[in-house]
């Protein structure tokens, strides 16, 4: 039985006892599948899982388990179900030690995975309007439309990922894939190799490109805030809404403070960028300070409380001078 096939066996499983389960189907826009909320087994039947099954399904849980109930709604107790790659599995441990939900609550349908590609470079190389068919694995990579494809394709996220097999599931006997040797934060080291005024100036020019949509605070389910800091105006005015250059950085900067060791690197919030910020960078040198100061890594110990929840009287306090 194929992956896919195991994939909508326990989803069928899981929407009798689940109040829903969410997976994906195919979308409608230029290869990207989106999230399809199931909750019969004939939904079931349209999910899908591949190389373009992009979005971090784990939105939905948390906006599930943060949305107040409407007047004289009783709270459900069932549990939901959720279709994770290895990468969004992580957020699930973010979302348990953070108390948003339950570790019960949640039931994962981890897929292994051998990378997703990244939308901005198939569109740069087949064109918006392509009229390619399909986008699957093949022995050595994507294929498109079973051919190789005309350059590379893999999104950034997936070049050091550690998880192409989910850490954690609810659902075994899954056939795993190959788990090439993650090469850690090397992305970000040969950046950290830079000049500090180079660095400095290169992310003034990225911040001052930013229109402030928010697309990437609200597609990162790990921004789940009911009011985010940046809109509280009142009793303090931290920052304008203009798009000028300090305003902006104050925005991006309290973000990767927030994210820091939290930050799964789903790569959602870059995806959804309409300015091509490198915000998985930033979020990335987060991870790195996080782990090489406090030994904590994002989505790997549900038990240990994330770095902005805790404190042990052995962290480091070099900051301070
Ligand atoms: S980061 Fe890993 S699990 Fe996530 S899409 Fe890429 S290869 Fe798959
Ligand atoms: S998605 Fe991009 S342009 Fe929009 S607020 Fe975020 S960084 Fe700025
Ligand atoms: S900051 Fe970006 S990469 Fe990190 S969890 Fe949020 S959406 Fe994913």
Redesign the pocket.
Known sequence: MSNVDKMREEAKKLVSECRFVVGYERGTFNHLDRALIAKTPEDVDKFVFGPTSIP?LTLYAVTDFRRPLKRGESPDARPIGIVCKGCDAK?IVELVREHIHARDQVKIIGMPCKGTIDPKKFAMLYGEDNDVKQITWGPDGFLVDGQAPKGDLLAGKCLHCKVRNPSVTDVDGMEQVDQPEAAGFEGIESFEAMDPEDRWRFFEGQFSKCIRCYA?RN?????YCHQCSIDIQKPFNWTQKFTELPDNTFYHTMRALH?AG?????????RVCPMDIP??LL?GKMAKVAYENFNIESGEDPDRPSLLGGCDPNDKECFIW
């Not at 597609?219 to 921004?223: E, G, K, R």
């Open positions: 971090n957020t990437c597609a990162c389910p790990l921004c994210l939290r930050c799964v690197d789903c790569g959602e919030c870059e915000l998985r979020n």
